[in-house]
Structures are given as structure tokens and as C-alpha cells.
């Protein structure tokens, strides 16, 4: 017997050549729950969105961490570029292509500034 909840934390370096490693992790995990293909997709590009506006707000990072909760009603996201002490725009993500991408595709997403480092926060629910 599976458990209902399913935790999962996945490290990468810090650079657009590893984000295929996250978005596939997220992508397969969706799959294993059954997620539609359509809602597959727009986690993928979520992904790809949180990662690149990190990358780009935190260039000093040494590495994006996601961290994925999932269940078989939804998967909750969040996506940190972890090691920069001083994002230079971590801010500056309302607004931007990459919030309206967010705002289209998931849930409840969020930016937070931690200590660990920037994070977007997002849900997905199967359509």
C-alpha cells in the first residue's frame, strides 16, 4: 500500500542546462498520478518559468532545489535558487512574463525570500 502523500526534494546545480532534470522529475511524477497530459504540459512550463526567473534573479546561486509534495487531489511546488546571499531582483517577479505564466497555468502562486533563498510556490490540480 502506496502512502496517500508523497514528498520529494530534488537538487540540481544552479543553470539553465540542469532545468530539463527538475521539470522531468516534476512531469513524471505528475504522470504517475495520472495527471492529464494537458495539465502535464503546463507543470513543465511552470517549472521552466520558476526556474528561469530564479536563475536570473539570483546569478550567484549555487543551487535551484524543488520540493515537491504531492497527493493524488494536487502537487504543490516550490522551486528555490538556494546558495546567493544577496538576490540582486528577487523582487520584481509580480508583473513580469514569468507571474503571468504562473498566474495562468497553477494555483495560489507565491514568491518568498528566505533564508534558504528565493522561492516560487505554486499548486497544480489534475483537470
Do not use: Q
Not at 23 to 38: I, K, M
Amino acid at each position: 500500500m502506496e502512502p496517500a502523500t508523497r514528498d520529494i526534494v530534488v537538487s540540481t546545480p544552479a543553470g539553465s542546462d540542469y532545468v530539463h532534470v527538475l521539470r522531468a522529475v516534476v512531469a513524471s511524477l505528475a504522470a504517475r498520478l495520472d495527471f492529464p497530459y494537458d495539465a502535464i504540459e503546463d507543470l513543465k512550463l511552470a517549472v521552466d518559468e520558476a526556474c528561469g526567473h530564479l536563475l536570473h534573479a539570483a546569478p550567484g546561486s549555487r543551487s535551484l532545489v524543488v520540493r515537491i509534495s504531492a497527493d493524488a487531489d494536487e502537487l504543490a511546488v516550490a522551486v528555490t535558487a538556494e546558495g546567493d546571499p544577496s538576490p540582486s531582483s528577487a523582487g520584481g517577479l509580480e508583473g513580469s512574463l514569468a507571474w503571468e505564466i504562473l498566474k495562468a497555468l497553477t494555483e495560489h502562486p507565491s514568491f518568498e525570500l528566505s533564508t534558504e533563498g528565493p522561492t516560487i510556490s505554486f499548486t497544480l490540480r489534475p483537470r
